[in-house]
């Protein structure tokens, strides 16, 4: 079983449309969730980051972490052309001796809003 | 303040050559992560290094190598170049230390093999 798993879509959505992306996780291990946005030709760009299990939201996205199913989410409002990108789940934890671990990224979802 | 940066952007080798790509992390970062994107396999994480050590390793082969010198500036090396070693090479630098802070990625090396 992969440690993370996203589906890869692609996902197709008309401008201002709410998007769901999803991530499952196997290892309860891991503490730190994030979801990163990588235009074409572009490295990843880190949107969110959360460490508890609950919602956080930055303007239009929210980033959700339940804990107890090993699921994490990034919901988009008022989808814009803009957004349209691939968008990656990555996971993360803390190393025995305190440093950060690498990130796990799960294989991204491709999403296109038009206009 | 500048971005990490990563040279060359683009590389094409052919079998069984080796490259090295450079990453130039932003200023005041003292950990280099690399990691490989290819669209079968995705994000892969390479190795870490932090103050000129390694301090984390992916499950990758021993072809693929790294180092970091003392201004944090760090290069990878792959030897003995195979087809599937055909990916986007891409460069993150954090702070380090033992809070989490986040990686900032570079635009890649993209690598082509032939």
């Known amino acids: 079983q992969k440690e993370v798993e996203q589906d890869p879509g692609p996902l197709s959505v008309p401008e201002g449309a709410i998007v769901s992306l999803n991530c499952t996780y196997s290892?309860?291990?891991?503490?730190?969730f994030m979801w990163y946005r990588q235009y074409s030709r572009k490295g990843p760009e880190l949107l969110m980051y959360?460490?508890?299990?609950g919602n956080k939201e930055d303007g239009r996205f929210t980033a959700q972490v339940d804990k107890s199913s090993k699921y994490i989410s990034l919901f988009i409002r008022d989808s814009q052309p803009s957004d349209s990108a691939t968008y990656l789940c990555?996971?993360?934890?803390?190393?025995?001796?305190?440093?950060?671990?690498?990130?796990?990224f799960g294989k991204g979802t491709k999403l296109s809003v038009k206009p | 303040k500048a971005g990490v940066t990563q040279t060359p952007r683009y590389l094409i080798k052919t079998r069984g050559q080796q490259v090295t790509l450079s990453c130039s992390p932003i200023s005041g970062h003292r950990s280099v992560s690399w990691y490989q994107q290819t669209p079968g396999q995705g994000l892969q994480f390479l190795f870490e290094?932090?103050?000129?050590?390694?301090?984390n390793k992916g499950n990758f082969p021993g072809r693929f190598s790294g180092r970091q010198f003392s201004n944090s500036r760090s290069e990878m090396n792959v030897s003995t170049l195979e087809l599937g070693d055909s990916a986007l090479y891409l460069c993150a630098s954090r702070p380090g230390g033992q809070t989490y802070n986040e990686q900032f990625f570079g635009p890649g090396t993209r690598l082509t093999v032939l």
């Open positions: 290094y932090f103050s000129e050590t390694q301090r």
């Open positions: 990555a996971i993360s934890r803390m190393n025995y001796g305190g440093s950060q671990g690498n990130l796990i």
């Open positions: 959360t460490y508890s299990s």
């Open positions: 290892n309860s291990a891991f503490q730190y």
